[in-house]
């Protein structure tokens, strides 16, 4: 059963979802049913254990920040200067 389902976005957001949603020849309600259905796959395989095996790299750094205080404004500095 379908129901309706009301979303509020930035007006250019729907504009360039709309357009999208055209070239893929969908509507916008399909790519937005699409997306959530992808999601829930997701979700549940990772629930199920099926998810993918991260790459070694990823899953080298994952929890290396665990307890760190991560300062935006510092990496920003750094960034800045790293590339100006």
Do not use: Q, W
């Not at 979303?7 to 959530?36: Q, T």
């Not at 998810?51 to 790299?57: A, F, M």
Request: with cysteine; hydrophobic share 35%.
């Amino acid at each position: 059963m379908n129901v309706k389902l009301t979303l509020r976005m930035d007006e250019n957001l729907i504009d360039v979802a709309k357009k999208e949603a055209d070239h893929r020849g969908k509507s916008l309600s399909r790519m937005v049913a699409d997306y959530f259905s992808a999601l829930a796959g997701s979700r549940r395989k990772f629930l199920e254990g099926k998810r993918k095996p991260l790459p070694p790299l990823t899953a080298a750094l994952t929890g290396c920040l665990k307890g760190a205080k991560v300062d935006e404004r510092a990496y920003r500095r750094y960034v800045e200067k790293k590339y100006t």
